[in-house]
């Protein structure tokens, strides 16, 4: 598939730019993967209800995080289908991580000690691998799919309501899913990890919302900044469709 970019440095930059966004959003989810094991605790300024004192949130959250701005620029200035073909192909993609991890911790190590550590670093318990599969799968094709709905009401204008309705419900069912299947659900079912209480569930989805929340609006201005600066595929209304 080739999409019907400008000639000369206006096409270079489109090519750049959507290499560009596809390395930053493989690089965001690969992260997000090695690094979901840690749990970070973020102190704020003063104890809020329900949350507490601190933001309680793995450590992928940050990461991952990053594959929604991408996505939404790369949904801005390729269309849905592109996009779509995006977040399903990384979600294919997780798997291969996976294999390649495990496979790294079953082979034989020269320094036992050190391979003791580096499997605890990074083997993935199975109720977190569930949690963040589930998690990617549903949030990341919804914010594709509301991005351009919101777009066929709006049409170009507006990027800043696409982009903010989108992260930040998508954000909240990949907070629920993960948090709900990672940390409840598969340890009362399955019997992997630990279940937590209620209460504690409630504080960190409230926590880590507010957090990517943050996130979503901090990062609105960058994704003006991005598109103006690769520039669109093409001049004429996108219906979504990825031009080939």
């Not at 991408?70 to 399903?88: F, H, K, P, T, W």
Request: glycine content about 8%.
């Amino acid at each position: 598939m080739s999409s019907q970019l400008a000639p000369g440095r206006g096409n270079d930059r489109q090519a750049v730019g959507q290499v560009a966004l596809l390395g930053l959003f493989v690089a965001a989810l690969v992260t997000a993967q090695l690094t979901a094991a840690k749990v970070l605790a973020l102190p704020l300024p003063t104890e809020l209800p329900v949350v507490g004192a601190s933001i309680m949130l793995p450590g992928a959250a940050l990461a991952y995080a990053l594959t929604f701005f991408a996505s939404d620029c790369y949904s801005e200035l390729y269309g849905r289908r592109a996009a779509q073909i995006m977040v399903n192909v990384g979600f294919a993609l997780n798997f291969v991580v996976l294999l390649l991890v495990f496979s790294t911790l079953r082979a034989p190590g020269a320094n036992p000690e050190f391979a003791q550590t580096f499997e605890a670093a990074l083997a993935p318990s199975v109720n977190i691998v569930l949690g963040s599969l589930l998690a990617y799968l549903v949030s990341q094709n919804w914010d594709v799919i509301v991005f351009h709905k919101i777009r066929e009401f709006t049409g170009r204008s507006q990027l800043w309501l696409r982009n903010l309705a989108s992260t930040a419900s998508s954000q909240a069912i990949d907070t629920v899913i993960f948090i709900g299947i990672a940390f409840y659900v598969a340890p009362t079912l399955l019997g992997v990890g630990s279940a937590l209480p209620r209460n504690v569930l409630i504080g960190l989805i409230a926590g880590q919302y507010l957090l990517k929340l943050l996130i979503a609006v901090l990062d609105t201005p960058v994704v003006y900044l991005v598109v103006r600066l690769i520039g669109r595929v093409s001049t004429k209304p996108d219906p979504g469709a990825f031009n080939t």
